[in-house]
């Protein structure tokens, strides 16, 4: 029970606060999901949530007055993080359908933040000795700014990257003359793109995108390939919810894949797929998935998933990465409705004896997976090693770029 005014304020300003965060996750989840979803779609991302909404409400009047403040404040992010897609949005394209929620819910952030500093400052004990007062005051500040470490970052890019992508679509620069296409996945998404008609009879799918895959099908539509390119779910004009670690991609590839099967001016026995970042690691993946891709290059594959990340370090530094992307993981099935993807080490083996080529960057590549993809993979491979950062391999090398890539394909299909 609450027995005084100020605990009645308190617990009315938290519950008022959740409240808001409640309805925006009532009216992104269900009420207005993105176009070519629905609310069955999300019910993970939806009533987990939810759920921890309605504990932390029940437990708050529960609670002693130190703990309230720690609850108040564990909820400061997600209230913040419930704005961030309509930010972005009211600067790419507008606000639209529940980012007026969302900055609802944004503005009970500062509010339980201040809830949560002046629950600690009441809370505080004065009667200890002052060193043993200010110990206790430093090992508890200590310990929150390092679950602060392990939680925030890891959380907050979950967030966004499931609820945020590139919105605009830029203008096509080919180099060919190209048609604008259609597809559709087969959990029923639309996904828009452009295709370059093929004069040598194979195709190449580049992956993902409509932006930054640019150079790479003017290079290839050059040398006769027909180029696939297009908005991955929820980005430009694709349907779907936005995947930032393209947890969905396979099927957005393989809807590739089938469109080119049924042009007619591509055998459908030389089909390649060129993959950047997290497109070179979808790509390998769906390779393990169809025989239909008949040869995968993929540059700057990282990792995508806990398993991943902790194959790429050592000694206690594992502890670290199976905390924090462990963390990330867990978020991210719970707002992208489904499980991580296995491991990339133990599906690449499967791709053979189709070709695959690596490209990265050394050191300076995100990830830095390369290497250990080339290891395991079967024959033929090759690697290379470009210069220049993550996927700057045409841009510092073009020629070399060309040659090698072309040089690829060509004998690959």
Same mark, same amino acid.
């Given at each position: ?83 961030? %897609? ?22 009970? !952030? ?29 090992? +508890?500040?200590?310990?929150?700014? =390092?679950?602060?470490?392990?939680? =925030? ?18 203008? !096509? ?16 998404? %639309? ?14 799918? =580049? ?53 080119? +099967? ?31 891709? !008949?040869? =995968? ?74 290497? %250990? ?26 020629? %070399? ?13």
């Amino acid at each position: 029970m609450i027995a005084t005014a100020p605990r009645l304020r308190s617990y009315t300003l938290f519950a008022g606060a959740l409240g808001a965060i409640a309805l925006h996750v009532v009216d992104d989840s269900f009420l207005q999901p993105q176009p070519g979803t629905s609310p069955g779609d999300h019910l993970a991302s939806g009533l987990v949530p939810l759920a921890l909404l309605a504990l932390s409400v029940w437990a708050y009047p529960r609670l002693r007055q130190g703990a309230q403040a720690t609850l108040a404040l564990v909820w400061v992010l997600p209230a913040a993080l419930s704005g961030a %897609e309509a930010i972005y949005y009211s600067s790419h394209g507008g606000l639209t359908g529940d980012d007026f929620t969302g900055l609802l819910a944004m503005a009970g !952030a500062p509010l339980l933040l201040g809830l949560g500093l002046t629950s600690l400052w009441r809370s505080r004990r004065l009667g200890d000795a002052l060193f043993r007062r200010y110990g206790r005051r430093l090992v +508890k500040t200590a310990a929150v700014l =390092v679950v602060a470490m392990i939680t =925030v970052i890891p959380l907050a890019i979950t967030y966004i990257s499931s609820h945020v992508a590139r919105a605009d679509v830029p203008a !096509a620069n080919l180099g060919a003359p190209h048609e604008n296409v259609k597809l559709e996945t087969s959990d029923g998404l %639309e996904l828009a793109g452009w295709y370059v008609p093929s004069r040598n009879g194979a195709a190449v799918i =580049v992956f993902p995108g409509r932006s930054g895959t640019q150079k790479q099908a003017r290079m290839l539509a050059r040398n006769g390939y027909g180029v696939l390119l297009y908005d991955r779910r929820g980005e430009g004009e694709s349907e779907g919810d936005p995947n930032g670690w393209g947890w969905d991609f396979d099927r957005d590839i393989l809807a590739g894949i089938d469109f080119l +099967k049924h042009r007619a001016d591509v055998d459908p026995h030389r089909i390649g797929g060129l993959g950047l970042s997290v497109g070179g690691e979808m790509m390998l993946q769906t390779a393990t998935e169809t025989n239909d891709l !008949a040869a =995968v290059v993929a540059e700057g594959a990282g990792a995508r998933s806990m398993a991943e990340e902790v194959d790429d370090v050592d000694g206690l530094h594992k502890v670290e990465a199976a905390l924090t992307y462990g963390l990330r993981d867990l978020s991210n099935s719970i707002l992208q409705n489904r499980m991580p993807p296995e491991n990339l080490k133990t599906l690449i083996p499967k791709i053979a004896p189709r070709p695959i080529f690596l490209i990265h960057a050394g050191e300076d590549d995100a990830g830095h997976r390369a290497p %250990e993809y080339y290891r395991v993979a079967g024959k033929p491979k090759q690697i290379w090693e470009a210069k220049g950062g993550h996927t700057d391999g045409i841009a510092e090398q073009p020629a %070399e770029y060309e040659r090698r890539v072309v040089e690829f394909f060509d004998r690959s299909l």
